[in-house]
C-alpha cells in the first residue's frame, strides 16, 4: 500500500505540473488537453488520499510538502479571465469612481487601465459583491496576476491551518491535496479561497463554542463575524445563516453582527450594487447546472434562456432543509450549502469550493469526487464541442455527475453491508 501510495502522490504531482503544457486556451485544443490531464490528476490524487490514511510515520512532512508543492506547481498558469477584472475594477476605485456604476472603458479611466481587451465585461459595471470589491481596492495592479494569488493563496492556507484544528492531517488532506483547490487560488486567482476561509473561520468558532463553558460569547460573535465576511464576498453564504442560528440558539442574537458585516460593504459602496445572490456577472440564465435542465429541458422548456427567479427558490429550499436538520446543525450546514450548488442556475467549476472545507469535516467525500469530473467544465473554452457556445450537452452532463452517482451508490452498499458482515 505504501508503494501504491507514493506512486499515486508522485503522479498527481507530475499531472499537476504538467497542466502548465496545456493553459493556453486560445488554441483550439489546449482545453481538451487540460481537462484530460487534470481529470487523471484527480484519480492519482484520490488513490494518494485514500491511501494517505494508513502512512503514519512522516505524515506531517508529507502532508505540508505536498500542500505547498501543488501551490508552486499551479503559479506559473495562466489565470482566470476574470482576474482582469479583479484589477480593474480596483483601478477604478483607487480613481475615486463607484465599480457599480462605471464600466472599465468609461472615458474617465483613458488610460489607467492597461490592455483594456483583456478584461472580463469592460463594457459593463461590475457584479462582484461589495466584500470582495473592498478588497480588490487594497491589492495593487500589476501586469501579471502574482499579487492577487499570493493573496487568495494565503486565504488558502490559513483556511487549510483551520481545518487541521478540527481533524487531522490524513482527513485534511483530502482538501489540501485537492487538485481543484490548488488550481482555483494559485492558479486561476479566483478570489473565492476568501469564502473559503471565512466559512473555515465559522465552522472552528461554532466547534468551539459548542464545547466551551466560558467565554462562549467570543465564539459566538467570531463565528457571526465569519459567517458575515462569506456573506460580503458571496451572498449565496447566507443560506448558513439558520443552521447556525440552531448551532448558537440562546446565544443567536450574535448573528446581528453576521448582517452588519455586508451592511458596512453594501454602505461603503451607497447600496448601489445589483442584487445579485451568486455575486457574479450573469450573461446567461443556465451553464453547467445539476438539476434545472432536468425541469427546463423536459416538463417546461425554457425556449428563450430566461433569467427566472432561481434566488428564490434557493433561499426556500436551503431554508427548509436547515429545518429539516434542526437537531443535527453541522448536517444542515453542509446540505443547505449543498442545496445552493445543486440548485445554482449556473455553476462554474470554482463555486464547488464553497462546500469542500464543510464536506472534509463532516467526511462527505463524494463532493470531492465531483471537485474532480467538474474539472470537464473547462471543456467550454473549446466551443467546436457544443452545438450552442456555452450551452452543456448530456455527455458533459454525463461526464460530471454520472461517475460521482456511481461512486455516491457504491459508497452507501458499502454502508448497508458493513453491519450484515459482522
Known amino acids: 500500500m505504501k508503494l501504491r501510495f507514493w506512486i499515486a502522490l508522485g503522479a498527481e504531482l507530475l499531472l499537476f505540473g504538467s497542466l502548465n503544457f496545456f493553459d493556453d486556451w486560445t488554441l483550439e485544443w489546449m482545453p481538451v488537453r487540460f481537462v484530460a490531464c487534470a481529470i487523471l490528476c484527480g484519480l492519482a490524487y484520490l488513490i494518494a ?87 480588490f481596492r487594497i491589492i495593487p495592479a500589476t501586469n501579471n496576476a502574482l499579487a492577487f494569488k499570493l493573496v487568495f493563496g494565503a486565504a488558502d492556507l490559513i483556511a487549510i491551518g483551520l481545518l487541521l484544528r478540527l481533524l487531522d492531517k490524513q482527513t485534511v488532506a483530502w482538501f489540501a491535496w485537492n487538485p481543484l483547490i490548488a488550481y482555483s487560488f494559485f492558479g486561476a486567482a479566483h478570489f473565492d479561497s476568501i469564502v473559503v476561509l471565512a466559512i473555515g473561520a465559522l465552522m472552528f468558532c461554532l466547534e468551539r463554542f459548542t464545547q466551551a463553558t466560558l467565554s462562549r460569547w467570543k465564539f459566538a460573535f467570531g463565528s457571526a463575524l465569519a459567517l458575515g465576511t462569506a456573506i ?94 434542526a437537531r443535527n446543525w453541522r448536517g444542515g450546514l453542509l446540505w443547505s450549502l449543498g442545496a445552493a450548488l445543486i440548485l445554482a442556475p449556473v455553476l462554474h467549476a470554482w463555486y464547488l469550493v464553497w462546500i469542500l472545507p464543510i464536506a472534509t469535516w463532516r467526511r462527505a467525500f ?57
Open 49 to 135: 488520499v485514500t491511501d494517505f490514511e494508513a502512512i503514519k510515520q512522516n505524515a506531517g512532512w508529507i502532508f505540508w510538502i505536498t500542500t505547498v508543492a501543488l501551490r508552486f506547481l499551479a503559479l506559473p498558469l495562466t489565470p482566470a479571465n476574470e482576474m482582469w477584472r479583479f484589477q480593474a475594477d480596483g483601478v477604478i476605485q483607487r480613481a475615486g469612481l463607484n465599480p457599480y456604476q462605471v464600466a472599465p472603458d468609461s472615458s474617465e479611466l483613458s488610460g489607467h487601465i492597461p490592455e483594456l481587451a483583456r478584461v472580463l465585461q469592460n463594457d459593463t459595471p461590475t457584479a462582484f459583491a461589495p466584500g470582495a470589491e473592498a478588497l
Open 232 to 325: 460580503s464576498f458571496r451572498p449565496v453564504c447566507g443560506v448558513l445563516v439558520v443552521p447556525t442560528l440552531f448551532a448558537l440558539r440562546r446565544y443567536s442574537i450574535a448573528l446581528t453582527a453576521a448582517l452588519a458585516v455586508p451592511v458596512a460593504f453594501a454602505f461603503a459602496f451607497r447600496f448601489s450594487f445589483p442584487p445579485n445572490l451568486f455575486g457574479d456577472f450573469v450573461h446567461i440564465s443556465r451553464l453547467n447546472d445539476l438539476f434545472w435542465w432536468l425541469i427546463e429541458d423536459t416538463v417546461f422548456p425554457n425556449w428563450h434562456q430566461q433569467h427566472y427567479r432561481y434566488d428564490v427558490i434557493i433561499l426556500i429550499v436551503s431554508a427548509a432543509v436547515a429545518l429539516v436538520f
Open 366 to 422: 463524494a463532493w470531492h469526487f465531483l471537485a474532480i469530473t467538474i474539472f470537464a467544465y473547462y471543456l467550454f473554452y473549446n466551443e467546436r464541442l457544443f452545438a450552442l457556445p456555452w450551452h452543456a450537452e448530456p455527455w458533459l452532463r454525463g461526464m460530471i455527475v454520472l461517475p460521482v452517482l456511481f461512486t455516491m451508490t457504491v459508497m452507501a452498499l458499502q454502508r448497508y453491508q458493513r453491519p450484515v458482515a459482522t
